[in-house]
């Protein structure tokens, strides 16, 4: 005959030996929201995608249409936020089941902002000068194939929980912060050339400016992918390895 349970001891929060009861139900709930953040984030992913396609075409009937879809991707973050803190007040998560709900919290927010620079890119898309199509940069044109990929990337990396794939797009982020600045010089460049259009080059500068952005969020994204698997935090390594390369005279000082 089973010993009854002592109500007046602590008991297990998620109860372990209840294995359709409390615990599967949190783990039903957290599986539901990665797959929610997932959705958004393919949802963002292709608004880019679509924001793109419709600037290099100058498409504002596309572009629009890209611009409409930021209401469904805004009203979701709200909701995955929603759910993160019911699951935190009800649940009270220790472990690693709070740096899971932490990841969810912090990658909603980061997916709900690309949303936002995609439907940036649209607009700018929108407010082009069609009377003289504008020859686009090739940094612009390069950070525009690499920045969609690094999202792809980082949906892999987040689904896998996967460590040295995060690592990946971390690191490409320098190509992207290095393409930017080469932007700036093409523009500078054409403006001098071509002073009447002046307009299509502030815009073009700044599409690549919203694209630098996403790709500073694919950074973060894959940081916080990277502090899930494995405990660590890649700004601290960072700032390690740099002393380390101060102290070894390989680097100068600030």
């Not at 924001?51 to 209401?71: C, I, Q």
Request: contains cysteine; aromatic residues 4%.
């Amino acid at each position: 005959m089973p010993t009854p349970t002592d109500p007046s001891q602590p008991q297990p929060p998620h109860g372990p030996l209840a294995p359709h009861g409390a615990r599967f139900a949190f783990d039903r709930s957290l599986a539901q929201l990665k797959k929610r953040l997932v959705s958004e984030a393919t949802a963002a992913f292709g608004m880019l995608e679509g924001a793109l396609e419709a600037l290099w075409r100058l498409d504002a009937a596309a572009a629009k249409e890209v611009r409409r879809r930021d209401d469904g991707i805004d009203a979701e973050e709200v909701q995955i936020e929603a759910e993160c803190f019911r699951l935190l007040a009800l649940e009270q998560p220790m472990a690693r089941d709070l740096r899971v709900i932490t990841f969810i919290l912090k990658v909603n927010a980061d997916i709900e902002r690309v949303a936002d620079h995609a439907s940036s890119i649209a607009k700018i898309a929108t407010r082009m000068d069609t009377s003289r199509p504008p020859r686009w940069p090739t940094a612009l044109v390069e950070m525009g194939q690499r920045v969609p990929v690094m999202c792809h990337l980082l949906m892999r990396a987040v689904l896998d929980e996967d460590a040295e794939l995060a690592r990946q797009v971390v690191d490409e982020d320098e190509t992207i912060d290095r393409l930017e600045r080469r932007l700036f010089e093409e523009v500078e460049d054409l403006l001098r050339k071509e002073p009447e259009g002046t307009r299509n080059g502030l815009l073009i500068y700044r599409a690549g400016r919203e694209l630098e952005r996403i790709g500073d969020l694919m950074k973060n994204i894959g940081e916080d992918v990277i502090y899930l698997s494995t405990g660590s935090i890649v700004r601290h390594e960072q700032k390690r390895a740099k002393h380390a390369a101060e102290q070894a005279g390989q680097v100068p000082r600030d």
